[in-house]
């Protein structure tokens, strides 16, 4: 798995680890029971503290999409095939709001009142 990160972008380091996993799970790169890189390969490949990383497991783990398990690492878990139907649900949602014109911040504010209905 290839990790990117934008020293100069708003967003955290460890927020950035988070989101490349969370987009290459959304993308279906990424499956259950699939282990993710120890966080001391990352920290070396990216040149950031393991602690960084560490933080952006613990952060996917809050949010279920990884088990933490001690000698195995991070790995993915079930929650991986829900968030790749959501991803292709998107997806067809956002081919449909371009067809009709819609503008994405229009998109992205009637998502955000539809989970707000939701919480």
Avoid: W
């Avoid at 499956?31 to 952060?59: C, F, I, K």
């Amino acid at each position: 798995m290839l990790f990117r990160i934008d020293p100069s972008a708003d967003a955290t380091i460890f927020m950035q680890i988070a989101d490349n996993v969370r987009t290459e799970a959304a993308a279906g790169r990424l499956r259950s029971g699939e282990r993710l890189p120890s966080a001391r390969e990352v920290a070396e490949m990216l040149g950031v503290n393991v602690h960084t990383v560490l933080r952006a497991y613990q952060e996917l783990r809050d949010e279920g999409l990884v088990e933490l398990r001690r000698g195995r690492g991070a790995v993915m878990t079930d929650a991986v095939d829900l968030l790749t139907a959501m991803h292709d649900d998107i997806r067809r949602l956002a081919a449909k709001a371009a067809q009709a014109g819609l503008q994405p911040q229009t998109l992205t504010a009637l998502i955000q009142e539809a989970l707000r209905e939701h919480h």
